[in-house]
T-cell receptor, first 114, second 112 residues
Framework: AQSVAQPEDQVNVAEGNPLTVKCTYS??????LFWYVQYPNRGLQFLLK??????LVKGSYGFEAEFNKSQTSFHLKKPSALVSDSALYFC????????????FGDGTTLTVKP | DAGVIQSPRHEVTEMGQEVTLRCKPI?????LFWYRQTMMRGLELLIY????????DSGMPEDRFSAKMPNASFSTLKIQPSEPRDSAVYFC??????????FGAGSRLTVL
């Protein structure tokens, strides 16, 4: 079985400060890991993914995430937050042997204040 | 590419009526997923197809829900009869070789 945990329902940061949105996962094999973002009244949009290779993955809009196998984590980070980063963020995991089915976390609402 | 196209964007209906949601995936994507999003339950996978064949429908809540994918460019999710607790945003997503899901804008369903 595969699962994802996003331990924080909400993250608040000030504009210009670094941000971290946490994600831990459980999967039987080597994981495929993803971050998606959802703006109000929109569908989810892909931010970045880890499949293999370098543990530090860079994605859209200046976001990055670090795959940590020992801690089974894939935290999303950005060095300097923007007000426009305020949105709902989802972490997702897929076991490559699971025929394409991804499991999503419950989501974390990021609020960046001016 | 226009992305994943869903219709209708909004649907308001009365309890007991049939609801049909439609999805056109991205051309060339071989997997299609139907999700439901609510405040209470978050994002739930209802069913997914691979090469037009249903692979896993364990997330379909009841027999009132059914989904079809008659060809590679079209899928429907049907609820018959609808109930107020079916009110949610329903998302269709397609996936190609890059392992990334592309979501549609969603269909917001309100059952009165």
């Amino acid at each position: 079985a595969q699962s994802v945990a996003q331990p924080e329902d909400q993250v608040n940061v000030a504009e210009g400060n670094p941000l971290t949105v946490k994600c831990t996962y459980s999967v039987s094999g080597n994981p495929y890991l993803f971050w998606y973002v959802q703006y109000p009244n929109r569908g989810l949009q892909f931010l970045l993914k880890y499949i293999t290779g370098d543990n530090l993955v860079k994605g859209s809009y200046g976001f990055e995430a670090e795959f940590n196998k020992s801690q089974t984590s894939f935290h999303l980070k950005k060095p300097s937050a923007l007000v426009s980063d305020s949105a709902l963020y989802f972490c997702a995991v897929r076991d490559p042997g699971n025929a394409g089915k991804s499991t999503f976390g419950d989501g974390t609402t990021l609020t960046v204040k001016p | 590419d226009a992305g994943v196209i869903q219709s209708p964007r909004h649907e308001v209906t009365e309890m007991g009526q049939e609801v049909t949601l439609r999805c056109k995936p991205i051309s060339g994507h071989n997997s299609l997923f139907w999700y439901r999003q609510t405040m209470m339950r978050g994002l739930e996978l209802l069913i997914y197809f691979n090469n037009n064949v249903p692979i896993d429908d364990s997330g379909m809540p009841e027999d009132r829900f059914s989904a079809k994918m008659p060809n590679a460019s079209f899928s429907t999710l049907k609820i018959q009869p609808s109930e107020p607790r079916d009110s949610a945003v329903y998302f269709c997503a397609s996936q190609g070789g890059a392992n990334v899901l592309t979501f549609g804008a969603g269909s917001r369903l309100t059952v009165l």
